[in-house]
């Protein structure tokens, strides 16, 4: 069976694999997600699995998963083609390569002044740019429809009901804990988050 290694993680770990792919995370970033976050799929490289990931990116693109899927992808590829027509740089998968250095920065710079148990200034500069360029990442996302905006629109005074699933509140509860974690930090740090009135 193809991608057996993969569906054997699971229905919910094999449907977040999917959803990262069809997200357009790159295959190596997803290889990691696998390897150093899940512990799983332990008995294979990282540049195996990551080409085993954009094999299944392929399967999904041409229906191997059912029709929904692979109109996804091909909606996102037409996406990609008028935006980067004639350019062998895929902007989103750089930014988000990008993100992935910054993240492993703060996290070496934070794990050094628990060790040192003194403020590092240089944390400050790096936890903002990491924000910053997440904060771009979702603009574009949102710009671009890969992901649905749920936030107020100027000029609506009111939004439409969304059916919330139990799968939502789940996620939605993760992104509060995460988000209240990053604001501790912050708070910490001395951080503020900058309110730009022209935005």
């Not at 696998?34 to 008995?43: P, R, S, V, Y």
């Not at 949102?142 to 799968?167: N, Q």
């Not at 990053?182 to 009135?197: D, L, S, T, W």
């Amino acid at each position: 069976m193809k991608f057996e290694r993969l569906q054997r993680l699971g229905n919910t770990k094999f449907q977040k694999i999917v959803n990262e792919l069809m997200r357009g995370i790159p295959a190596i970033i997803v290889a990691r997600l696998i390897l150093q976050e899940w512990g799983d799929c332990n008995d294979v490289q990282e540049d195996t699995l990551a080409t085993q990931l954009k094999r299944l990116h392929t399967a999904i693109t041409n229906g191997a998963f059912g029709g929904d899927l692979a109109q996804e992808a091909k909606r996102k590829a037409s996406v990609r083609i008028k935006l980067f027509h004639g350019s062998t740089l895929d902007c989103m998968d750089e930014l988000i390569e990008l993100a992935m250095i910054q993240r492993v920065r703060v996290l070496a710079l934070w794990e050094k002044e628990r060790q040192l148990n003194i403020p590092l200034s240089s944390l400050n500069f790096v936890i903002n740019d990491y924000r910053d360029l997440l904060l771009s990442i979702q603009k574009i996302k949102f710009d671009l429809g890969l992901d649905e905006y749920k936030g107020v629109i100027p000029g609506v005074k009111a939004r439409s009901a969304s059916v919330t699933t139990p799968h939502d509140l789940k996620i939605q509860e993760q992104v509060f804990e995460a988000v209240a974690t990053v604001e501790h930090i912050f708070r910490k740090r001395g951080i503020y988050a900058q309110v730009n009135p022209d935005a």
